[in-house]
């Protein structure tokens, strides 16, 4: 037994709890933060069940309680300190370079372009934004996005607007969705001209509350960042314009670090935004993407190119050839061997061939690498030629729904449908959009029927039991999952599930052992 106010960590306790928390949150605590992982223990103990009234503590005892998985006390004593270990510092438009870049260059660039698509399919077609404040803490982040949104579209009425602010914080959310802050939120300039417009001030002056038009732009939900569950349209985190991730990443491992990018990469559309924290500004782990420069400030865009990386870096190449890490992002100057010389002259270039390149194939191949809007052109030129071809309608509302047309995309899949009552694909398609309609019974009966049309396909039954999750049907979901993981299990290791985007059976297995995990808790 011991002080809570006095608590320190010997080498065993603190590896022991550095490792619980590092599995159950992705939260890391290196030895130069070993007296952080202290602090957020003792604010935690004083308010422990086991603690109550006296001011000592069993270590030990409350090691069993937070580790004991099947344990309801133990989940919520440890959501409890993982909320105390995750309290972040936050304020509206932090970081007046990266908002800068925002305000005059990002969103004005995404609301003319989703204009222009717009316009392309009708006049009365909403224009739509799809935006992530990933690890919001309080809010201020994903309300400072709807505010420059509001200053930016005047005719917001009009566009379908997502904001979505995700954090591991169950308590911090609750107040962001309060949206009641003090001064201290108010430390930028930016934020101080744009409190006067969207915020009262309080009765007793210390206080302000922002206004209901801009709250009701923000949607908050729980993710934890490092489980594989996104992107998916079930948690309304795939298709996205703009993921901002600032200063989260820096509690993570570099291995957790690079999951999570790579998840963010593919719930990017393409030619959209990934906006970091500078701390945590590294080329090679944002390899994927194209680093854009703006004033102060570096923002990453997803073109479908990697950015180049050289096998030979002067003066700076490990010799395990491991990229190394970019403190700086003044650009780098590469210094690269001597071509090779050839003793007589090269050999000449094969003549090219002709090849004739099937529309729909090369469709498919499109929305696999996120070009959907692309994807769309070739399967009308599909259909232009073969009018009954069934299985290009079914990719096409499949490609509509990437894009977010949700209206062409079930005209497609029932057209699918009409021509073919077999053709899978367009049953999945319909029930994703008749959850975006909140509509679920229909898309439990659409997905129903994928599973009957292939009992051995795992998609299916995967989405099934999601959307059973969604409606509150939890035994249903938990059966569903079972059958789910056992399919899954029997698909080979080195093929892609199909139509998940070139998933594996691994990662699929994954996502779903866990979430069948937190429904049996």
Known sequence: MANIQNLTLNDSDYIRFREL???????????????????????????SSLVSSKP??????YY?????????????????????????????????????????HILPSLIERKRAEA??????????????????????????????????????????ILILGTDINHDILKRAAEARYSDWSFRENRA???RAKYFTTEANGRF??????????????????????????????????????????????????????????EALALNNWLMVGHAESSLSTYRAFQARNFPNTVLYQKTGQPTFWPEIWHGSAPTNSKPAYLTTLEPTKFTFEPATQFASPPPSPPKPVSVQVDTYELARTL???????????????KLATEPKFAPAYAMLGRA?????????????????????KLSTEAYLILALIYQNENKLDLAITNLKTATYLDHKAPLPFFNLAMVYQKNGQIELAKRTFEVTIRLLEKWPTDKPVPETGGKSAVYLLQVSRQILNGLKK
């Open 400 to 420: 509509y729904a990437d894009l977010g047309r949700w209206k062409e995309a079930k005209q497609a899949c029932e057209q699918a449908i009409s021509l073919n």
């Open 56 to 61: 000592n503590y069993d270590l030990g005892q």
């Open 64 to 104: 069993n309680l937070i580790s004991d998985t099947l344990s309801p006390l133990g989940q919520h004593e440890l959501g409890r300190l993982i909320n105390l270990l995750t309290i972040g510092e936050t304020y509206f438009f932090r970081d007046e370079a990266q908002f800068d870049a925002l305000y005059t």
């Open 367 to 381: 929305i696999e690498t996120g070009q959907s809007d692309q994807a769309v052109q070739q399967l009308q030129i």
């Open 192 to 194: 101080k001209l744009f």
């Open 21 to 47: 928390i590092l599995a159950r949150s992705g939260l890391h605590f290196p030895e130069h933060k070993r007296a952080d992982l202290a602090i957020g223990l003792s604010k935690a103990l004083v308010e």
């Open 208 to 265: 302000y509350q922002l206004n209901d038009a801009i709250c009701r732009m923000v949607t908050f939900n729980y993710l934890n960042l490092t489980e594989a569950t996104y992107p998916n349209y079930y948690n309304n985190t795939a298709n996205m314009d703009l993921i901002v991730c600032r200063n989260v990443t820096i509690y993570f491992t570099q291995e957790i670090t690079q999951q999570i990018i790579h998840r963010f990469y």
């Open 119 to 160: 316009a392309a399919i009708g006049s009365n077609t909403p224009p739509q934004l799809r935006l992530w404040s990933a690890g919001c803490a309080s809010g201020e982040e994903p309300y400072s996005l709807a505010i420059l949104l509001k200053e930016l579209i005047p005719d917001l009425e009009r566009w379908r």
